[in-house]
């Protein structure tokens, strides 16, 4: 059974102080690995697609990187409006449907 | 460009009754996905349509709920009859699909937040 787990649970960080969210995944076989914020009483908002060990991507303050096992959200300079709920999903080479499997979200909180 | 539309936001309903969430996608996504969303927990897939037929259904209740996609385009999930353990918030979401088995971002809605008494 496809697993995703995310650490921490939430965090608190003060304006300006970078700090990384982790996913730590266990397929058989990754397809893809994605990062979705949620803000409260919305649906998740699509970030980045991650495909292959060694990939990154960025958008504005955040960058994703992919391992074998674990993939890391980095905040860089956070602000206020970083704080929301981040979720990262996998999608595994033997699921039928291509169905994502989402962790349960650190929470994160920016404060000024 | 619109995006997913869910309706109602709210539904308060005891168990034992039944409720249905109505849910519109984005124009062009053949593809439509319902999400159940425990408080605290990350979205869990219900079901998937492909047009109007059925991709994954495998952790439907489906002695409980159902969902249908007329004409390819919006979508009804319903409950029958309602449990407490109901209590969630019901994602829509719908996407282009995927391409080479990989795939593309889903756009989620608003989400339906039902409370079961």
């Known amino acids: 059974e496809d697993q995703v787990t995310q650490s921490p649970e939430a965090l608190r960080l003060q304006e300006g102080e970078s700090s990384s969210l982790n996913c730590s995944y266990t397929?058989?076989?990754?397809?893809?690995l994605f990062w979705y914020r949620q803000d409260p009483g919305k649906g998740p908002e699509f970030l980045f697609t991650?495909?292959?060990a060694g990939e990154e991507k960025e958008k504005e303050r955040l960058k994703a990187t992919l391992t074998k096992k674990e993939s890391f959200l980095h905040i860089t300079a956070p602000k206020p409006e970083d704080s929301a709920t981040y979720l990262c999903?996998?999608?595994?080479?033997?699921?039928?449907?291509?169905?994502?499997?989402f962790g349960e979200g650190t929470q994160l909180t920016v404060n000024p | 460009e619109a995006g997913v539309a869910q309706s109602p936001r709210y539904k308060i309903i005891e168990k034992r009754q039944s409720v249905a969430f109505w849910c519109n996608p984005i124009?062009?996504?053949?593809?439509l996905y319902w999400y159940q969303q425990i408080l605290g927990q990350g979205p869990k897939l219900l079901i998937q349509f492909q047009n109007n037929g059925v991709v994954d259904d495998s952790q439907l209740p489906k002695d409980r709920f159902s969902a249908e996609r007329l004409k390819g385009v919006d979508s009804t999930l319903k409950i029958q009859p309602a449990k407490l353990e109901d209590s969630a918030v019901y994602l829509c979401?719908?996407?282009?699909?995927?391409?080479?088995?990989?795939?593309?971002?889903?756009?989620f809605g608003p989400g339906t937040r039902l409370t079961v008494t």
């Open positions: 991650l495909y292959s």
């Open positions: 979401a719908s996407s282009l699909g995927w391409t080479l088995g990989v795939l593309y971002e889903q756009y």
């Open positions: 124009s062009g996504h053949a593809t």
């Open positions: 397929v058989s076989g990754l397809r893809g």
């Open positions: 999903a996998v999608q595994a080479e033997e699921t039928s449907g291509s169905r994502l499997t």
